[in-house]
Nanobody, 125 residues
Framework: QVQLVESGGGLVQAGGSLRLSCAAS????????MGWFRQAPGKEREFVAV??????????ADSVKGRFTISRDNAKSTVYLFLQMNSLRPEDTAVYYC????????????????WGQGTQVTVSS
């Protein structure tokens, strides 16, 4: 069955780094644009970063530009999505989700068809 499984979350001090991974399997995800979203307690889910199926196009939320880097590996039947997060801030604390979209380029969560279960990132001050 289709699975998107995130890993790499944890507790880190402000200024630290984490690398999130997402393994997407169960169908051919290489043609899908993929993205990272996050949701903090009491807040709506928000866009973090998106990468096109061919790695040609990338976009970031303004709040993470220059600190986060999205990448993907389509080489195998399982597509891997990564998010390198540097210079973390307490306001980055959230559950981070990876997602896949067949609807074209989008930063809107409703355009994404498949979602992982999320991984918790906590940044202490």
């Amino acid at each position: 069955q289709v699975q998107l499984v995130e890993s790499g979350g944890g507790l880190v001090q402000a200024g630290g780094s984490l690398r999130l991974s997402c393994a997407a399997s169960g169908r051919t995800f290489s043609p899908y644009n993929m993205g990272w979203f996050r949701q903090a307690p009491g807040k709506e889910r928000e866009f973090v970063a998106v990468i096109s199926w061919n790695n040609y196009y990338i976009d970031y939320a303004d709040s993470v530009k220059g600190r986060f880097t999205i990448s993907r590996d389509n080489a195998k039947s399982t597509v891997y999505l990564f998010l390198q997060m540097n210079s973390l801030r307490p306001e980055d604390t959230a559950v981070y989700y990876c997602a896949a979209s067949s609807s074209g380029w989008s930063v809107n969560s409703y355009d994404y068809d498949y979602w992982g279960q999320g991984t918790q990132v906590t940044v202490s001050s």
